[in-house]
């Protein structure tokens, strides 16, 4: 079962996305910790999405949620330019503060957050973004 909604690419809509992970991960029987990963991971990805990727343009992230075996799975949808996180160097974080490119510990908190992370470019040429998590 794949429970799924679009949502407009907007920031004051992340807590409905947040929202949206956590109840429906809990109908799937998710685990509180589970649930805790991907509702900041989903966070983490869908604020890139509508800050880099849509820079402010109208657009929608679609999310769905399903339980296959024993993990939990998301996939975020858009329309906006490509961009493949997983290509995404991690950030050094054994440089001092003051030493670091300001950014890219969003990637690197999503990838830490969930046990697998997928990009693929749809057919009709959509990010698709998939997380999964154990769901216990």
């Known amino acids: 079962m794949s429970v799924m909604v679009s949502f407009p690419a907007r920031l004051e809509n992340l807590d409905k ?9 809990k109908s799937l029987y998710a685990g509180g910790d ?5 509702v900041h991971a989903v966070d983490e990805a ?27 799975v998301v996939r975020m949808c858009d329309q906006a330019p490509h ?24 990637i690197y908190f999503i990838r830490n957050f969930t046990d697998d992370v997928r990009y693929r470019m749809t057919s ?13």
């Open 17 to 25: 996305m947040r929202n949206f992970i956590a109840e429906t991960g």
């Open 46 to 72: 869908a604020s890139n999405t509508i800050i880099h990727g849509y820079k402010g343009r109208p657009g929608e992230i679609e999310i769905a949620v399903s339980r296959e075996g024993d993990n939990l």
């Open 124 to 136: 009709e040429g959509d990010n698709e973004l998939t997380l999964v998590k154990k769901a216990f």
């Open 83 to 106: 961009f493949n996180p997983i290509n995404y160097p991690m950030p050094d974080l054994t440089l001092p503060l003051k030493k670091r490119p300001l950014g890219g510990l969003g």
């Open 34 to 38: 589970c649930l805790e990963c991907l």
